[in-house]
């Protein structure tokens, strides 16, 4: 019987993984590097750092899957989704949170746990006397790490570059020019700082983007694919000079208060509890510091910005999860280790805390002697898990967010038979997931 379990990374789905194992009474040892050894993205040595956006998207439970995918954490008591919405911040129909306020939340959380055991240090090798390991060390896993966890998969990571967008003092921006509104008035209305530009200034900032000093890459870096789900700003401008304003620039469903209809529009979301921070949507980068500065302070409303944070490039790492797990989350080639989080090939933080809480109540339940059956692959939790675990095809295997794509298509026609479409059959995949994952609970 395995009495403690060891987990190596406190973000998120280490935090999470951790967490679901205490309530179950199971000990926990929480191995986190930082802050003796930081990494190329993170500012800080708090569990679940939240490192580019504050935003955990949609959560729409109706019509989108992150939202579902939400719900059904939540119904499985999830300490990210706990805390996440005890400090939540404006954002429209989707959940941000203040970063700070969120990872203080979740370490005080496991620190007053009384199963949890926090030790900062660096884990170099998975040590053979640890009965039950969760590595959960993310897409910054360090070296010495990934050389470990790639002599026991006999796989060569394969790795993606994902960008961070800059973070923007409220107090800098001008509100002469831009205003408050979200997309169609959705949440409260004015979620989103709007920041327009005509068509002049558009395919000026375009050709600015474009023209920009970059981070140049390491030979090793050169042939590293990007993430399409987080393509930096400047690659996104690259494939055609009319992709942002079809993009995360598009002026649709806003009205500016000002003037005549933009041609494009820059927004911002609030990016802490207190307002005083805003994040660009979509303006991930790897521009230079400098070149940040001087291109974006070309943007209406953004010619005296200050910058709480610029952007920045890292490189993510993950394995080839169809390959290398099981249907549990375990190695197939050494069982008492599991990987968690973005490192088995999801990607983003709600996806990499769900595998981390379903890798806890996995290990949870081989703890005590019990089997756990993985949830439904009509649910959110069973199609992000099955496609990480073999759902994919291992020969083209990529990061994926959680989709309705990754789950079974529900019936084309209704009782009546009717044929449904559009947002009504998304409907018909949430109807069923809160069927099946309550048949899963029971």
Aim: aromatic share 8%.
């Amino acid at each position: 019987m395995i009495h403690t379990v060891h987990i190596v990374g406190g973000g998120l789905a280490g935090s999470e993984a951790a967490w679901q194992l205490a309530r179950a009474g199971i000990a926990v040892v929480l191995h986190e590097m930082r802050p003796e050894r930081t990494t190329a993205a993170h500012q800080t040595a708090g569990l679940a750092e939240l490192v580019c956006s504050n935003s955990l998207r949609s959560d729409d439970a109706e019509y989108n899957a992150v939202g579902l995918l939400h719900q059904e954490m939540r119904r499985l008591d999830s300490l990210i989704l706990t805390c996440a919405d005890a400090h939540k911040v404006p954002a429209g129909g989707a959940l941000a949170v203040d970063r700070d306020a969120f990872s203080a939340a979740v370490q005080a959380a496991l620190q007053a746990h009384p199963l949890v055991e926090i030790v900062r240090q660096e884990v170099t090798v998975l040590p053979g006397d640890w009965s039950s390991v969760i590595v959960a060390s993310g897409p910054l896993t360090s070296p010495p790490l990934a050389e470990a966890i790639g002599a026991v998969t006999g796989e060569a990571s394969l790795a993606f570059f994902d960008a961070i967008a800059p973070i923007i003092h409220k107090d800098s921006i001008d509100f002469s020019k831009a205003w408050f509104q979200s997309r169609y008035d959705k949440g409260d209305g004015s979620d989103y700082v709007n920041c327009p530009l005509s068509r002049e200034q558009y395919y000026g900032f375009i050709d600015a983007l474009i023209a920009g000093d970059k981070v140049p890459f390491h030979d090793w870096e050169k042939d590293t694919p990007y993430f399409e789900g987080c393509l930096p700003i400047e690659v996104m401008a690259e494939r055609g000079r009319d992709t942002l304003a079809y993009g995360p620039m598009k002026p649709v469903g806003l009205t500016d208060p000002n003037g005549p209809k933009s041609f494009a529009v820059v927004q911002l979301r609030q990016d802490n509890k207190l307002g005083t921070l805003y994040n660009m949507v979509g303006f991930q980068t790897k521009l230079r510091h400098a070149e940040q500065a001087r291109i974006f302070r070309t943007i209406p409303g953004l010619e005296s910005a200050e910058f709480a944070r610029l952007g920045g490039l890292h490189r993510n790492t993950f394995v080839n999860g169809p390959r290398v797990l099981d249907g549990t989350l375990r190695l197939k080639s050494q069982p008492r280790i599991r990987l968690a989080g973005q490192i088995t090939g999801c990607e983003g933080y709600v996806e990499s805390a769900a595998i981390g809480l379903l890798a806890g109540l996995f290990a949870a339940a081989e703890a005590t002697g019990r089997e756990l059956p993985p949830p439904p692959p009509t649910t959110a939790l069973g199609a992000i898990l099955a496609h990480v675990t073999g759902g994919a095809n291992a020969e083209t295997y990529q990061p994926m967010n959680v989709n309705f794509g990754l789950f079974p298509p529900p019936p084309e026609r209704d009782e009546n038979g009717r044929r449904v479409k559009g947002r009504e059959r998304k409907k018909l995949y949430s109807v069923r997931a809160r069927r099946d994952l309550a048949e899963w609970l029971a």
